[in-house]
């Protein structure tokens, strides 16, 4: 990811090995990290079990908030594409308990149909 994506809020995606070795202690038995994608310092990660958001404030990014979602928990989400003079896709997730969706926005270098496919195969796939 370029300084100027970062600096424009895109996300991209994230080499799973690497988020591994950072955010590995997070995890519970059996649970796989699959995909992960960088939004400037935050992060969110989908496991085999869960979405994990990783949100690091302040000017240091030393406070982190941990949001862990059940993906039984999400209830529907939604993908706003790319257009001619807007450049960014957007991704938002409503949950269960919250009135407002979570929303993630990508640049045109990640392509948001593959973002909600990974979506949509832990949501809608019964376990």
Do not use: C
């Not at 994230?14 to 070795?21: G, N």
């Not at 949950?95 to 969706?101: R, Y």
């Amino acid at each position: 990811m370029g300084l100027f994506d970062g600096l424009m809020g895109n996300a991209s995606e994230v080499k799973v090995e690497d988020v591994k070795k950072e955010f590995g202690n997070l995890l519970i038995q059996n649970e796989k990290i699959e995909k992960a994608y960088k939004l400037i310092r935050d992060l969110f990660i989908f496991s085999n079990k869960r979405l994990i958001l990783i949100d690091k404030q302040g000017m240091t990014g030393k406070k982190i908030e941990y949001h862990s979602i059940p993906y039984k928990n999400i209830t529907h989400f939604s993908i706003e594409t790319a257009g001619t003079f807007d450049l960014d896709a957007e991704l938002k997730i409503w949950v269960s308990g919250m009135s407002e969706p979570i929303g993630k926005t990508f640049n045109k270098q990640l392509n948001i149909y593959d973002v909600h496919a990974v979506l949509a195969n832990y949501v809608l796939t019964e376990k």
